[in-house]
């Protein structure tokens, strides 16, 4: 299986190194219109530089890879999906819906695979428990919690383009909560603030929220972010269910302990994302290997990429208007 | 300083016994309808047994402890004011909160000193967290986190007396999380669900809910309860804040770990509130005493349990209208 | 039933206090050298100052708590016994094993019922620990690992009549792996050094010290001691057998747990033993009570204390000779 | 810098794909008498398959890896420090501490670099405890407590040519006592039994052994060794000093808790050595390399290896004699 990979920044390196790694895939062409970026990730792993049209137009690649800015993202799923290749694509697929939905068509009409860059549910961590989950630990899903903030805020300069908050942050954890709620969300209600940093309050985003959302059958989750923590990279998830708990918590640096007349002293949490889900990038392009040799459907698919996406907007519509919204279909 | 006891109850018997068992203070008489209820707990303290009226004009009782049904509270706490005795009531003054109002009125009028039982914030490891977030441990609150998980629902024939879960049970998480944003919540949207047992949703209540408040700075609070938790009474915290995490945890029943082939247990955490939060009654009594002796207004005072109510209130209202709800005043 | 206390010091006004406390026991009579002592203590809890001839004496008296000094723990121990009283005795029954064996005679002549004050047994955690132990949990044990560290060393005047660390502190440890082994331990090997004070090491002990104990059978315990440790007072057990592990760690002072940028930090374990220990101490008297009550013999025994005192003479003899000593019989 | 690699079993392969995938550094040759391990791992990492002799006299072979038989070690390491190669060999240099000491002298008489494989010095919790305790975190050592016990016992036919449970596990937790202690063991006692598996004494060893270490300033180490623990490979490191105490314990498989009646369950710690290890065994080749490539001397060096020796052969006298025996020079 080769592999064509466009974007050569720092996600697409990690992609890249992935596939090169892997048994029997091959990393073949980068492209990226930092023709620097394209090279040096071609030479460290053997590929050639290629642009986008060349490495669509190839016969011999099997799979791209999609790394390039999120703008890009429905238009290269299409062509690589009219090209015959199967297709990863970091998240979102856009930041539209209704452009999410007509790429989808596009997709299913090709019959291509594709699978969108959830990294977290291939942690081992929370694969495991949504594993286990599923086999019955802890019985019917009632409340899921889910906790996650970063360590600093992006420049705000990105925060203008990202789509705020609810769109570029929490939609990981809106995949997670769907993940684990095995229902569909049918309302949200967000509230959000601007307590790290008031530009980026001035720039029409939030870098605090909490959110509230709703099933059919009554199963809650609620989710709270923070652009900040002095600790780390903060991501938890909990599971409260009608025969018990089940988490999956933080990941020191390291597992020493120091006690003195001050306490007992753990190291902080993982800083880097990078670091943090090392594993879950690896395993995620892993499972996408194995789908697409199997002839199977990759998941999180496509359709996966649309629910999150539509629950952002609403989380985005209920933060604005301050009232809950009903999630799109 | 001595004691009359009105409700020998499960409750009455806890402060009851801490009242007799705190060194210079007496309880002197108890008052119940269940005439066999009042002399065992006269019998077991040494106290003599009473009825309401005859401890309101006993001019040698300094305090009444009130522990007797909720819709007795606001009229007990009113004669008791104007007998000039200082009040330690249990949480709430009452489900209506005009009533609340009326109530406060008298009591200010009376200078009464006013107590409500909002035991939590006794707690050790929760005073303990407060006092050093206030200390500015973590900087700034920014999300606070309450989960609250009874371990068995209450009779179903409760349910419909108890004002329901935001009134009954999430009142207290109310009262906590304004113990820890130190600053007023000014709306709340609450979802809810009858997942543990169906007959509490024909019954018109929930069981199963979360809430998110909202400060007119920004700040958040996460709160949610079951109200049936497998592995005991659930009750923990967590501050956000600009500068860290604050966070304090359950009570397991014992230090003991076992380990096997099938992990690393630990013992279920505490079950039974009254042993949970048994420290909790104690400190709290002996800070309404040492208030009342230093001649200083008692916290949480009828103000606290005024705020909690209002709400409770906004969040029932929130639940049923399925929409965010501004906080009355 | 009645009780006689001898020694009105901090650990006499803990028992005391208990018996006090005790539903169906009284503190009937204290006998102190300072009868400032005995009197507060009499007061305190109604009731009346003796003499030592004077408890022994009165009919009226059924048991007698012995905590006086250690030097005189024999005498009174054997005079209770002739007496026809149930006896507590803190521990231990008499630095010289011989004097204990002679004591232990006149206590079985007079089938009087003995009790030992090895409180640790009754620690809930520690007790929870023994029980699932002996119910099988882990299997076979194989090895005994007691981390056990005081806050701070004792004054040095202490040491001197204190009979070494062996004798004073690990004693307790070398009880604690008698419970746990199930087995006698047959010989034993100490190491010990003078690492936290000097002044210790002059005069002639150690405050820092480890001991391999071996049963017939090639069980193992491993014991080490600190008279200081800066996070608090250190108490720890753990048990590997055949099918696995079981240990209980220390207490903490608080659950609360602060996040910052220098890691997670929870709070320092609970620094005094009369706090660590206080649910023990009331436990272990309930426990004579109730064997007293019910007829039977209490535990541990006057036959424990010796075998402790077997262990910590040989244990002090191995220290010294750097020598492995097999245990008295 | 080009790697010849003896010996293609197990730990060669984690070598020789640590050597492969390190920047810089190039498996060149491997060498097995069994032809069939050689080719397989060749082909896997580029190399080609050599003999002993073909390797030694290789001009461009830089270093070689020893991962041959314990019982080659010695002569290999004699060969390669003759032929100019620096040297990693697997830990022991060799079961008897004469031939070491024969062995390190052609070592130093040829100035060849030579680093022994005592991984756990690498693994990134017990060398952030190392450099912490280096950096004073809890002031002068006192009390080392290593808790070591593998999954389950190697077969009993592998027991004979061991050395015993003493040179051929407890090896590695006399290195890391020294590594910790920062002072020499001047004595040692040793007891142990056959309480996993009655073959393994019948073979002439124990399988559950603890041992006492003592330094000439009167440190203390306590060792506790078992080949048989349930709930996987427990590593566990303590360290007690004059300013507190720090620690660093297991690697579970997940951060998964499940919580229900029966208690909070967390993970197994991870089973597999090889496993646990694995960021260990990069690292210490990392450290090699960088020894080498910068001209400073290895560590652990050949002389680590003999004193570890010298502890496990005293260890071994010790439980065999029922005695305490001083470490010889």
């Not at 999609?66 to 429905?74: L, V």
């Not at 959000?192 to 605090?208: C, F, H, N, Q, R």
Request: aromatic share 6%.
């Amino acid at each position: 299986m080769r592999f064509g990979l466009i974007g050569a920044g720092r996600i697409g390196r990690i992609h890249g190194g992935n596939v090169a790694a892997h048994k029997g895939t091959e990393l073949a062409l980068v492209a990226d219109a930092d023709a620097k970026a394209a090279a040096d990730v071609a030479a460290q792993y053997g590929a050639k530089v290629a642009d986008i049209a060349g490495i669509m137009a190839d016969k011999n690649i099997d799979a791209v890879l999609i790394c390039a800015p999120t703008d890009m993202h429905s238009d290269l799923i299409e062509q690589a999906a009219r090209a015959g290749k199967a297709i990863f694509c970091e998240k979102p697929v856009d930041l539209n819906a209704d452009r999410i939905k007509a790429c989808l068509k596009v997709v299913n009409e090709a019959k291509a695979p594709l699978m969108i860059g959830f990294n977290r549910r291939f942690d081992p961590n929370f694969a495991a428990l949504q594993q286990r989950l599923h086999n019955g630990a802890v019985g019917n899903v009632e409340i899921v919690t889910v906790i996650s903030r970063d360590p600093s805020p992006p420049p705000v300069s990105y925060i203008g383009r990202s789509g705020g908050l609810f769109r570029d942050m929490m939609i990981h954890d809106f995949d997670m909560a769907r993940f684990l709620l095995d229902e569909e969300p049918i309302a949200v209600t967000a509230v959000g603030s601007s307590l790290v940093d008031p530009e980026i309050g001035k720039a029409g985003d939030v870098d605090t929220a909490a959110v509230l959302l709703e099933t059919k059958s009554g199963k809650i989750a609620q989710i709270s972010n923070s652009r900040r923590a002095t600790y780390g990279y903060d991501q938890r998830i909990e599971v409260h269910g009608a025969k018990g708990m089940i988490r999956a918590g933080n990941v020191h640096e390291t597992s020493v302990e120091v006690a003195t007349g001050q306490g007992f002293t753990g190291d902080p949490v993982q800083n880097f994302f990078l670091e943090r889900y090392a594993n879950a990038y690896r395993l995620e392009l892993e499972a996408f290997i194995n789908a697409v040799e199997k002839g199977v459907a990759p998941a999180p698919s496509g359709e996966d990429g649309l629910r999150a996406q539509l629950i952002a907007d609403a989380a985005t519509e209920s933060w604005r208007a301050k009232k809950r919204v009903e999630i799109g279909a």
